[in-house]
């Protein structure tokens, strides 16, 4: 059941979820104090099963595996969205694998991927209180464009890109 990448970066590459993913899956995503942030948490293995393994596209967001080239470990997954001319992304990181670089390597690959689609501007949403998720998209070249209570969105146009 072998799937092309996506896309590749240095130590990781991604592609979409197997069935053989959905425990390592589930471990981070239904940790409560490491999902704090995020939406997608807390489900049933079917419900996992439902929405990574179903045929999804990107105008209907899709989440893909992140995979460490080392051992063929899932350490992470990405969330693409493509709207008109915007890609949304959302990214997470198992917490055995945080403090790695990992979550700046593929977002940085995601990025080169995305520009390799096209003139997309990219955008991230992140919770108010998620430091570390904004200071990754503020390295990344991302500006903040809205903000409420419960997001703050950030975006990358083309002519940001390089930074």
């Given at each position: 059941?072998?799937?092309?990448?996506?896309?590749?970066?240095?130590?990781?590459?991604?592609?979409?979820?197997?069935?053989?993913?959905?425990?390592?899956?589930?471990?981070y995503r239904n940790n409560s104090e490491w999902m704090k942030y995020q939406y997608f948490k807390g489900r049933t293995k079917k419900e996992y099963e439902e929405?990574?393994?179903a045929d999804s596209s990107m105008e209907s967001g899709a989440q893909f595996a992140i995979?460490?080239?080392?051992?063929?470990?899932?350490?992470?997954d990405v969330y693409l969205k493509k709207e008109a001319d915007t890609f949304w992304i959302g990214?997470?990181?198992s917490p055995a694998f945080k403090r790695q670089g990992y979550a700046t390597e593929i977002v940085r690959a995601l990025i080169d991927w995305?520009?390799?689609?096209?003139?997309?501007?990219i955008r991230a949403g992140a919770?108010?209180?998620?430091?570390?998720?904004i200071r990754l998209l503020e390295k990344l070249g991302?500006?903040?464009?809205?903000?409420n209570e419960v997001e703050v969105v950030y975006c990358q146009d083309s002519k940001?890109?390089?930074s």
């Open positions: 059941m072998e799937t092309a990448p996506l896309f590749n970066s240095e130590r990781c590459f991604v592609r979409p979820f197997h069935a053989d993913d959905l425990d390592d899956f589930m471990s929405a990574l393994l995979i460490r080239k080392a051992d063929q470990q899932l350490i992470g990214y997470t990181v995305i520009r390799q689609q096209g003139d997309y501007s919770a108010p209180e998620n430091i570390a998720s991302f500006s903040k464009v809205e903000a940001a890109f390089g």
